[in-house]
Nanobody, 123 residues
Framework: QVRLVESGGGLVQAGGSLRLSCVQS????????MSWFRQAPGKEREIVAA????????YYADSVKGRFTISRGGARNTVYLQMNSLEPDDTAVYYC????????????????WGQGTQVTVSS
């Protein structure tokens, strides 16, 4: 069973930065494609960023392009989401996800999910 544990969420002022981390553990033998999702109150879950197994293929939602950066750690069992120039609209629960398939640009339902970490951006 794959376990994903997120950390790094918190309360930050608009314009500030946060760095989220997601650590993968468990008995899985392969390296997964990783992604970050978020869900704000009253809104549906949306994909924020995705990164391929090698760390070279990346995707960003239009709402975060130029502000967020997804990356893998050296051991490739950790994925980060660097969030800069945060806005109140970025307030949401952020979830780390893992899957054997890379995001296809249309629909995506990763197999494994973290518990989520709250990000709150105040104005």
């Amino acid at each position: 069973q794959v376990r994903l544990v997120e950390s790094g969420g918190g309360l930050v002022q608009a314009g500030g930065s946060l760095r989220l981390s997601c650590v993968q553990s468990g008995r899985a033998t392969n390296t997964y494609h990783m992604s970050w999702f978020r869900q704000a109150p009253g809104k549906e879950r949306e994909i924020v960023a995705a990164i391929g197994r090698s760390g070279t293929a990346v995707y960003y939602a239009d709402s975060v392009k130029g502000r967020f950066t997804i990356s893998r750690g050296g051991a490739r069992n950790t994925v980060y989401l660097q969030m800069n120039s945060l806005e109140p609209d970025d307030t949401a629960v952020y979830y780390c996800a893992a899957d054997n398939q890379y995001y296809n640009g249309h629909t995506y339902s990763p197999e494994f999910w973290g518990q989520g970490t709250q990000v709150t951006v105040s104005s």
